[in-house]
């Protein structure tokens, strides 16, 4: 883990990684409903949810914090992220039209986390804990996300999106 970087103080558990990792997960994934409110005139809702949000965060860190520690700080966290957001996107629904997104929209990121749950064990036990096999980790880790979203999780509209972005972004001129 981050230790490497910052220090054998520096720990935390993957709980805590895990919890902390969804809250900001949902929140990129269902944060633009936050918009859908707050440009269509229902600033207020939206001002009003996040400070209702703000008190379950403060409300779930009282009530998990001594008892769990740094877990119960992220399990407040996420839980308060997850209330914001699912009420936004019931919020939001009218003026959207619906709820965004489907079911498959979660296949990738169970996807990603079985993928770095393997690469991080596997390094472990072939490189050990340093350095070297932290950064070499999250490259690898990176290499098989493209690939595996490349091949098995990208439809063939999104390949051509993506080709035509990275191409027209490699030959921009400095």
């Known amino acids: 883990g981050m230790d490497v970087l910052f220090g054998h103080s520096f720990k935390f558990s993957g709980a805590v990684s895990f919890a902390l990792a969804l809250g900001y997960y949902i929140s990129g994934v269902t944060g633009a409903t936050g918009f859908a409110l707050?440009?269509?005139?229902?600033?207020?809702?939206?001002?009003?949810?996040l400070f209702c949000g703000n008190l379950v965060a403060v409300?779930?860190?009282l009530?998990?914090?001594?008892?769990?520690?740094?877990?119960?700080?992220a399990a407040g966290i996420c839980i308060a992220?997850?209330?914001?957001?699912?009420?936004?996107?019931?919020l939001a629904r009218p003026v959207i039209g619906g709820i965004p997104g489907a079911?498959?929209?979660?296949l990738p990121p169970i996807v990603s986390l079985g993928?770095?749950?393997?690469?991080?064990?596997i390094d472990e036990l072939l490189f050990?804990?340093?350095l070297f096999?932290?950064?070499?980790?999250?490259?690898?880790?990176?290499?098989l996300c493209i690939t595996v979203d490349w091949i098995f999780l990208l439809n063939d509209e999104e390949r051509r999106y993506l080709n035509r972005n990275f191409r027209a972004l490699f030959s921009m001129r400095l």
């Open 115 to 121: 993928l770095g749950y393997a690469v991080y064990h």
């Open 38 to 49: 707050s440009m269509t005139g229902r600033h207020r809702a939206e001002s009003i949810l």
């Open 63 to 73: 009530a998990f914090v001594p008892a769990y520690g740094q877990f119960g700080a």
């Open 103 to 106: 079911p498959s929209d979660l």
């Open 81 to 90: 992220y997850l209330a914001i957001n699912l009420a936004r996107t019931i």
């Open 133 to 143: 096999s932290f950064f070499g980790s999250g490259f690898l880790f990176l290499a």
């Open 59 to 61: 409300a779930g860190c």
């Open 128 to 130: 050990g804990h340093n």
